[in-house]
T-cell receptor, first 108, second 113 residues
Framework: GIQVEQSPPDLILQEGANSTLRCNFS?????LQWFHQNPWGQLINLFY???GTKQNGRLSATTVATERYSLLYISSSQTTDSGVYFC??????????FGKGTSLLVTP | EPEVTQTPSHQVTQMGQEVILRCVPI?????FYWYRQILGQKVEFLVS????????KSEIFDDQFSVERPDGSNFTLKIRSTKLEDSAMYFC???????????FGPGTRLTVL
């Protein structure tokens, strides 16, 4: 099946800093989504971005499908950004395949 | 904004007991999914359901698991005889069409003692 690799696995930032999270995948994709898992375990949809660039407030994402990677940018980070960020892709069939996530801690 | 809802939010059960997890999809969504996440691990696909039948399932989805849409609104996941290793967060997801964004519910945390 398709492989999804996320980096870095862990990240600690001071409030106000910027960061870039990366997602590499091993095959072409029909769907790519970024999620934020909050401390209560809920998966929050951030972006649906099989290709191109999108922005939502302090967050933006870019997927370069031909080179099989996606980037999630977080600017001016806040403590509420802490949590785990997952990239998930769909190559064929119905299932989303998740990466192992990037665990982000933003300190005051 | 329409949301996927799941009940219960947390369920504690004894090993060997049957549990039913419930999901109410967003109306007009046609594809339904169950995923699970064991504590500290990544989210794993269990099963997809379309047109009242299973369209795809993973190796995890063995004979202990079943899904149905009993009343045209709820979408349920049944675990017949729970094991300790079934302890996990279970997420329901729905989507209007196969190639669209999947919307996840808040999850049910299942604890098997």
């Amino acid at each position: 099946g398709i492989q999804v690799e996320q980096s870095p696995p862990d990240l600690i930032l001071q409030e106000g800093a910027n960061s870039t999270l990366r997602c590499n995948f091993s095959d072409s994709v029909n769907n790519l989504q970024w999620f934020h898992q909050n401390p209560w375990g809920q998966l929050i949809n951030l972006f649906y971005i099989p290709s191109g660039t999108k922005q939502n407030g302090r967050l933006s994402a870019t997927t370069v499908a031909t080179e099989r990677y996606s980037l999630l940018y977080i600017s001016s980070s806040q403590t509420t950004d802490s949590g785990v960020y997952f990239c998930a892709v769909r190559h064929s069939g119905y299932a989303l395949n998740f990466g192992k996530g990037t665990s982000l801690l933003v300190t005051p | 904004e329409p949301e996927v809802t799941q009940t219960p939010s947390h369920q504690v059960t004894q090993m060997g007991q049957e549990v039913i997890l419930r999901c109410v999809p967003i109306s007009n969504h046609l594809y339904f999914y169950w995923y699970r996440q064991i504590l500290g691990q990544k989210v794993e696909f269990l099963v997809s359901f379309y047109n009242n039948e299973i369209s795809e399932k993973s190796e995890i989805f063995d004979d202990q698991f079943s899904v149905e849409r009993p009343d045209g609104s709820n979408f349920t996941l049944k675990i017949r005889s729970t094991k300790l290793e079934d302890s996990a967060m279970y997420f329901c997801a729905t989507v209007p069409g196969q190639d669209n964004e999947q919307f996840f519910g808040p999850g049910t945390r299942l604890t098997v003692l």
